[in-house]
């Protein structure tokens, strides 16, 4: 049975999502990416609901490059602080923890979001 790279990051998703849970306390911070986009977000699990999100539509000029990942973790970070979020789990959905994940992670660290 061959499986795609998708369905592939799917099941480390879930089996990632099993074990990270955010709370009010501490919110999870979950990354998305494709072909032609990147977001973030940080998600309240046991309210359900979505606290602060970014995206590349939200960020001026920003493309879908390791650069646009950088301006995503900075305007996420600056609404988390608005929003009085500062301690997040990070959920890296799957995704290998180098290149836009990772450079959004670092930039959203020097913000001033703590994981």
Request: net charge positive.
């Amino acid at each position: 049975m061959n499986t795609t790279r998708n369905e592939k990051r799917r099941h480390r998703t879930r089996r990632i999502r099993a074990r990270v849970i955010g709370s009010a306390t501490k919110p999870r911070l979950s990354v998305f990416r494709s072909l032609t986009g990147f977001s973030a977000q940080i998600i309240d699990d046991s309210a359900g609901k979505t606290l602060v999100s970014a995206s590349l539509h939200d960020v001026k000029g920003a493309k879908n490059t390791v650069d646009g990942a950088v301006s995503v973790g900075e305007a996420l970070a600056k609404k988390a602080s608005a929003a009085g979020v500062t301690d997040v789990i990070f959920d890296r959905s799957g995704y290998k923890y180098h290149g836009k994940v990772k450079a959004f992670a670092d930039a959203a660290r020097k913000s001033g979001l703590k994981f």
